[in-house]
């Protein structure tokens, strides 16, 4: 009997070179004992296994099924797997078409186990804020069902890439800094944190989420089980949200009939305000946002910045290329542009806000090149949560609107920039001024036209100026 200890619980290619070996040696899965947890091809008195054995092939459905399987918990994993190959290559080349082949059927039910496992962590992972010594850092504690941190390592760091981040499981650690990522051993729960800014934002998040019309206390239980709920700062508002559901979808229905708000994007999914007590919690969440599909193909979500007091808030379209490598609204050329007419309209660039209509960028690739494509309505009123979200912590007194989309944005209809541009208004019970955008000025062909643009932009800015004092630059 050969008896093999694989050092991984969960990589692919150590199985893969190990069962080459076996293969080769022609070794049958009866004369063979595979388990995780030691030194890898440690041989229990036996000959050691042919050395550079020639690679082979095999149905492409393997590799898919033991990517997947080799993650699954069971001990049996690799024994079953090991199994499988040596059918598939002595004379069952099609046993994976074979869906009632009791070892065909597990590995595919665990194969399931294994993805739903993934998606429930990609999905239920909650990272609480904390100060470590490098500044702050967001740590999750996560208990996977299965060995899969190492596969979703991938998803964490592209989506939370501009954030420091660990997640702590009992079988191991992921530590996240911007640029590396280090696996480290199990962490105890208790170095956990629990409790932030994040709770009340994840709660109102989910609050202002939910239809109580399409409450369904089953699927919910089947799409965010039970055992993940001691982890979910949202999980406390089910009991209550389900319980007032019917109440509320009565009134729903006995309700007046409204116009239809869809038709200006005022939605309730995107004007309903998450309760998050500091900005710094909104642009963490912020960078998990997949309302729209542009997140797909931004580097990172483009926040905006400035102080959390500023009196005046300035709302741009989108992150252009730069913003988007950058992680920072207003610093390519369009953000220079701004910068000049700020300075000139006598603005301390320091005391306001800025930031975006849509907060990722949306391009068209051309050869090496990104091509700026303007946002549609759709994503525009779908990253109003956040343009809303914003406005309800800063609480300016004033908010500006470059331009056509941050217009849209701001007011809920199409606004033509030329017809209302300059004219101090009210929104919501804010001051309200629209100006053109700054790229809108590096757009235009004639230099005689450019230098007029420019310095009525100026003079929209003086108005600002002149109504909030205390953004006036010292002389
Ligand atoms: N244009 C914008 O509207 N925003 C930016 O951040 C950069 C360019």
Known sequence: MVRVSLKESDSFEEFRDIARGLIAAEIAPDDVVLEAGGEAGLFGGVPPLPRDTPAFSVASGFIEVARDTICHRDPERFAMLYSLL????????????????????RL????????RDTHKMTAFVRFRQIADDSGERYVAWFEP??????????????RFAAMRWSILTPEGSLHWDTQRLVHGPAIDKSHAPSGDDFEDWWRSYYRSTFNPARANPRMQRAEMPKKYWHNLPEAKTIPDLLANARQRTGRMIEAEPMAPR????????????????????LKAAAQSCTRCPLHKNATQTVFGEGPSDAPVVFVGEQPGDLEDLAGQPFVGPAGQMFDRALAEAGIDRSRVFVTNAVKHFKFEPRGKRRVHQKPNI???????????SELSLIKPQFVVALGATAARSLTGRSV??????????NWSGRAGLITVHPSFLLRLPDKAAQANEYRRFVEDLRIVGRELPAIRKVA
């Open 86 to 105: 040596w059918r598939l290559t002595h004379g069952e080349k099609s046993l994976l078409m074979v869906a009632s082949d009791p070892l065909v059927h």
């Open 108 to 115: 595919h039910q665990m194969q399931k186990a294994v993805r």
């Open 145 to 158: 069902e299965h060995h899969i941190l190492r596969r979703v390592s991938k998803f964490f760091v592209d």
């Open 262 to 281: 869809r038709a200006h994007g005022w939605t309730p999914e995107n004007v309903a305000q998450p309760e998050a007590s500091s900005l710094d919690a």
């Open 378 to 388: 759709g994503e525009i009123d779908k990253c109003r949560w956040w343009v809303e």
């Open 416 to 425: 033509t920039i030329a017809r209302e541009r300059g004219r101090l208004t």
